[in-house]
C-alpha cells in the first residue's frame, strides 16, 4: 500500500485538539494498515520523525432517523505520538 492510501484523514475531536501541545495526533487509516505500515506512512507524508503508533478499532453505531435504523461505519483509528525533537505536523498547527 501507499503512504496516501494507508492515512486516509485526520480525526478532529476535543480529546484529539488536547493532544496537539504534546505532539500526539489521531487518525483514520486503512483497516489493513499493521503500526509499522502507519509510522513509515506519517514520516513520509509530513515529514516528521514518529515515536510511537497506538492503534483501535472503532465499531460502528446504531442511527436512527425517524423509524429508519443504520449503522455508521466501522473505522481503525491511530494515535500517533512523534519524537521530542520532531517539528510539529503544519496542518493541525493551524487548529490549536
Do not use: C, H, W
Not at 29 to 51: C, P, Q, R, S, Y
Not at 71 to 89: N, R, W
Request: no cysteine; hydrophobic share 35%.
Amino acid at each position: 500500500m501507499r503512504a496516501e492510501d494507508i492515512i486516509i484523514k485526520p480525526i478532529l475531536t476535543e480529546k484529539g485538539y488536547d493532544g496537539i501541545a504534546s505532539k500526539k495526533y489521531s487518525f483514520q487509516v486503512a483497516k489493513g494498515a499493521n503500526k509499522t505500515e502507519i509510522k513509515l506512512a506519517v514520516e513520509k507524508l509530513f515529514g516528521v520523525k514518529v515515536d510511537s503508533v497506538n492503534t483501535s478499532n472503532v465499531r460502528g453505531k446504531l442511527k436512527r432517523m425517524g423509524r429508519n435504523e443504520g449503522m455508521t461505519p466501522s473505522y481503525k483509528k491511530a494515535i500517533v505520538q512523534l519524537t521530542e525533537d520532531s517539528k510539529p505536523i503544519e496542518y493541525f498547527n493551524s487548529l490549536s
